[in-house]
């Protein structure tokens, strides 16, 4: 599984469930907005984009804060 890393170095997986372009449905379903389809948590496409949440993860009170240790971020 591929990686990146936000502005304030936090990683974060490469996966439809980090990806801008989700959309979950009310019965837990994804889809993706980009390309219209059901997709499972894991998949990946060349269009991924990170979330805006994510982009922030690390910021706090307008300054930056460094965790320790990030074991994983979880988005529905």
């Known amino acids: ?3 990146t890393m936000n502005a304030y ?3 974060v997986n490469k996966i439809c469930a980090s990806c801008k ?3 979950c449905l009310g019965d837990g379903t994804r889809v993706c907005q980009k390309m219209g389809l ?5 998949y990946v496409c060349r269009q ?3 979330a805006d949440g994510l982009k922030n993860a690390g910021l706090q009170n307008g300054g930056v804060v460094r965790l ?3 074991k994983e971020i979880v988005i529905c």
């Open 9 to 11: 170095h936090i990683k």
């Open 68 to 70: 320790r240790e990030t």
């Open 48 to 50: 991924w984009e990170m």
């Open 38 to 42: 059901k997709v499972e948590q894991k």
């Open 1 to 3: 599984m591929e990686t």
């Open 21 to 23: 372009h989700k959309e």
